[in-house]
């Protein structure tokens, strides 16, 4: 069955870092971009980070310049470096890939970013 499992994520002071990693199993990984979302706590979920199969990437607006989306195939793992942290940057963390159809969700990591 094919899946994602996201680790990394933590408690950070405002200012600090964390390195997020989500390990694919299953083809799927290696021929499809990849996405990190988040969902903080009354929001809906947002797609922050984009890399596509030959490794370019995409970012929304409010982590542009902080945040870097990278993909290991040979693991198939894809990263999220997040430096500079803002509290508003507290959400539950997910990766999946960008496909056409359905695809489960991970349980997701959890990042809280004190001020």
């Known amino acids: 069955q094919v899946q994602v499992v996201e680790s990394g994520g933590g408690l950070v002071q405002a200012g600090g870092s964390l390195r997020l990693s989500c390990a694919a199993s299953?083809?799927?990984?290696?021929?499809?971009?990849m996405g990190w979302y988040r969902q903080a706590p009354g929001k809906q979920r947002e797609l922050v980070a984009v890399v596509t199969s030959g490794g370019n990437t995409n970012y929304a607006d409010s982590v542009k310049g902080r945040f870097t989306i990278s993909r290991d195939n040979a693991k198939n793992t894809v990263y999220l470096q997040m430096n500079s942290l803002k509290p508003e940057d507290t959400a539950v963390y997910y990766c999946?890939?960008?496909?056409?159809?359905?695809?489960?969700w991970g349980q997701g990591t959890q990042v809280t970013v004190s001020s």
């Open positions: 299953g083809s799927i990984f290696s021929r499809n971009a």
């Open positions: 999946k890939p960008l496909i056409v159809g359905y695809f489960p």
